[in-house]
């Protein structure tokens, strides 16, 4: 018996992550609100790459705000939508 495997190995491309396009879309619809939008497993930088505006779905940079909170190993992800121009942008309650 062989030990050999004949396969191609898997590709090192990084998956695809998830689409925030529909949050993105809710947020604006409700311009200035927070909406907690994610809870689990994640790093605290979502909320960073959120106000960056490093994923697609919350360009341009700064017309969105992220703000993350840990508990227990645990990340709950808050954002909301402050307008290309800041026009909704009010004084943070998270």
Do not use: C
């Not at 495997?5 to 311009?31: C, I, Q, T, Y």
């Not at 605290?44 to 227990?72: C, E, T, Y």
């Amino acid at each position: 018996m062989s030990i050999i495997a004949w396969e191609d190995p898997p590709s090192n491309r990084r998956r695809k992550g998830r689409d925030w396009s529909p949050v993105a879309a809710d947020l604006k619809a409700h311009p200035g609100k927070w909406a907690r939008i994610f809870e689990g497993k994640a790093s605290r930088s979502l909320a960073g790459n959120i106000s960056m505006g490093v994923l697609k779905a919350f360009q341009p940079k700064n017309s969105f705000q992220g703000a993350a909170r840990q508990h227990d190993g645990e990340v709950t992800i808050w954002a909301r939508y402050v307008g290309e121009n800041g026009e909704y942008d009010t004084p943070e309650t998270v």
